[in-house]
């Protein structure tokens, strides 16, 4: 029994410094085989065009015209050129390309000129001579109509919000440090978007597996009239969330909105396996005998029930792995792995717990003949 407790301590230490590595990242073809069409044909376009995922830079001024300053158009160029270098990127494209463009052009013969406008008015001009040119609504995906907003566009190969949150940290590490005071920049594009609700999901699932737990522990101290009654509940439940997480650290599985959200539905398929058992030991008791024998009574009856239905759950579930499809195989493999957790700590850790610690409220509460019974004696109140 002392065995069962120490490897259990064992196990959940060594699962919290495999837990330790998990990353937060979220990517759409992880999900997919490398031999799907879809992953074959993203890797196709992305190998021959600059990228098919978007980071957004939104520079916003403080008024009309606040874009065309030189200051603010150098920082720009400087940060496109900047990310542009970063392995991932393959282009970073904004209004401040065409006006260099133009700028070129126009001073092919004057070296000195520079690469960019030295002037507000000269930026003016060349916006406007290009509205002339090809139409007042060229640049409406790029700069606004009063030249106070415009985006820098970055077009990126990874899919990965890991990716995407280290770009978006260079980019602001850029910014504060380069661009002109007054001027604020927002990000955006799918690779910031999937990262803001990879986060949201993340955090609201590892709350959903906390709440899960803490009214768990609430229900089974009440049926139970005893806290520790819920304590032991409440282990199997804590042993599961330590392994599974364990496991897709030592695993590299990275935490994302799927398996945040397979994780916290793993917990409450088997939270209920420990209630099981408990009452059935409590039953046992009810009829006099050792705890000993309790024990292993439940084993034989509420124990078999246990075993049959959480086998029945896990190889159902494992039978997605086949699939192919990353979320069925993730799916599959961390419930059938949460089952078979939650089940084996309910017949092999907590009676090992019980019989070492011989809880009081296994005794208490039975009405016999109309009035408390104390068993083992052992008072029913205790």
């Known amino acids: 029994m002392k065995l069962r407790i120490l490897f259990a301590a064992l196990l959940i230490a060594a699962c919290a410094v495999f837990a330790s590595r998990i990353q937060i990242d979220m990517s759409t073809k992880r999900e997919f085989s490398a031999r799907e069409p879809v992953r074959q044909d993203d890797a196709s376009i992305n190998a021959h065009f600059a990228g098919t995922n978007t980071l957004i830079a939104l520079v916003e001024g403080t008024g009309e015209g606040s874009l065309e ?6 920082a720009i160029y400087r940060l496109e ?46 916006l406007f001579l290009y509205t002339l040119s090809g139409g007042a609504d060229d640049f409406d995906t790029l700069l606004d109509p009063t ?32 661009f002109p005071p007054g001027y604020r920049v927002r990000y955006s594009g799918t690779l910031a978007s999937t990262a803001a609700a990879t986060e949201v999901m993340v955090h609201g699932k590892l709350r959903n597996i906390v709440q899960i737990t803490l009214i768990t522990l609430a229900i089974a101290s009440l049926l139970l009239r005893s806290v520790v009654g819920g304590l032991l509940v409440a282990m199997p439940l804590g042993l599961t969330v330590a392994v ?42 009810a009829h006099g005998g050792r705890l000993e024998d309790a024990l292993e009574r439940a084993l034989m009856t509420s124990g078999k029930a246990v075993f049959f ?38 017949l092999l850790l907590l009676p090992a717990v019980v019989a070492r610690f011989r809880p009081h409220f296994l005794w208490g509460g039975f009405i016999v003949g109309g009035r408390e019974r104390a068993i083992q004696g052992v008072p029913a109140a205790a």
């Open 69 to 74: 300053e030189p200051a603010i158009m150098r």
């Open 81 to 126: 050129r900047n990310l542009e270098s970063e392995a991932g990127v393959g282009k970073a494209v904004s209004y401040v390309d065409f006006v260099r463009k133009m700028h070129l052009a126009m001073n092919a013969d004057r070296p000195d000129a520079g690469e960019l406008p030295a002037t507000r008015a000269l930026t003016a001009q060349y």
């Open 147 to 178: 030249h106070r907003v415009a985006k820098v566009r970055l077009l990126v190969h990874e899919d990965s919000t890991r990716y995407g949150e280290r770009l978006i940290a260079l980019a602001q590490e850029q910014v504060a440090r380069t």
């Open 244 to 285: 599974n997480f364990g496991v897709m650290g030592l695993l590299g599985i990275p935490l994302d909105t799927i398996t945040s959200a397979i994780s916290a539905m793993a917990v409450g398929i088997g939270a209920d396996y420990a209630i099981y058992f408990l009452f059935r030991v409590r039953e046992e008791l």
């Open 309 to 346: 239905v959480s086998s029945a759950i896990a190889f159902g579930y494992a039978t997605l792995c086949l699939s192919g499809f990353g979320l069925h195989v993730q799916l599959g493999s961390l419930v059938a792995l949460a089952m078979l957790v939650s089940s084996g700590s309910a």
